[in-house]
T-cell receptor
Framework: GAVVSQHPSWVICKSGTSVKIECRSL??????MFWYRQFPKQSLMLMAT?????????EQGVEKDKFLINHASLTLSTLTVTSAHPEDSSFYIC??????????????FGPGTRLLVL | QKEVEQDPGPLSVPEGAIVSLNCTYS??????FMWYRQYSRKGPELLMY????GNKEDGRFTAQVDKSSKYISLFIRDSQPSDSATYLC????????????FGKGTMLLVSP
């Protein structure tokens, strides 16, 4: 139980294009999903907290117009990197709280999406 | 001082050794403590989850929390090469969906 998937697993794009990453909770409903970015040999950096049906809450220093988050249903959140540049190349990981597991305190992570912007 | 401190390693041990991984923290409001395992180029996998102080055991893994010292540990018994990964500690306060604060992770290498 508590499986989170991400698509695509990796993407290469040209500078200036937009990239959409999907995050799905497969066997539970996730009221809250989280988006993280991880650079090589670094820990997870929270980008934003996404609640179903409402606007995402962005962490300080994260541009909300560049990283568009949509959480349209209890099982799907999307992150769109708009006008991507090489410095946006990173490992993007989503996570979700699992009400189904009876615990709202833990987060279950997706497998991540590796983005390379040329 | 960072909220969560974790030695990045790498920590190299022979197969079968007992491994001790640790984190210290400064925020006394943290109530929930987790350990995640992350293999290279993969998302973190939840290993252990504890609330407040005490011990929790699951198979070869034991998590300890000492809130008085603001110190948490993860012990791995009979370590295996497949345990080679980065181990991240994470913690949060007692308020529903509040965000997790992560350590930087400790890289563990178990040699056969």
């Amino acid at each position: 139980g508590a499986v989170v998937s991400q698509h695509p697993s990796w993407v290469i794009c040209k500078s200036g294009t937009s990239v959409k990453i999907e995050c799905r909770s497969l066997d539970f409903q996730a009221t809250t999903m989280f988006w993280y970015r991880q650079f090589p040999k670094q820990s997870l950096m929270l980008m934003a907290t996404s609640n179903e049906g409402s606007k995402a809450t962005y962490e300080q220093g994260v541009e909300k117009d560049k990283f568009l988050i949509n959480h349209a249903s209890l099982t799907l959140s999307t992150l769109t990197v708009t006008s991507a540049h090489p410095e946006d190349s990173s490992f993007y990981i989503c996570s979700a709280n699992s009400e189904w597991q009876g615990s709202r305190e833990t987060q279950y992570f997706g497998p991540g999406t590796r983005l390379l912007v040329l | 001082q960072k909220e969560v401190e974790q030695d990045p390693g790498p920590l190299s041990v022979p197969e079968g050794a007992i491994v001790s991984l640790n984190c210290t923290y400064s925020n006394s409001a943290f109530q929930y403590f987790m350990w995640y395992r992350q293999y290279s180029r993969k998302g973190p996998e939840l290993l252990m989850y504890t609330y407040s102080s005490g011990n929790k055991e699951d198979g070869r893994f034991t998590a300890q929390v000492d809130k008085s010292s603001k110190y948490i540990s993860l012990f791995i018994r009979d370590s295996q090469p497949s345990d080679s990964a980065t181990y991240l500690c994470a913690m949060k306060g007692n308020s529903g969906y509040s965000t997790l604060t992560f350590g930087k992770g400790t890289m563990l290498l178990v040699s056969p």
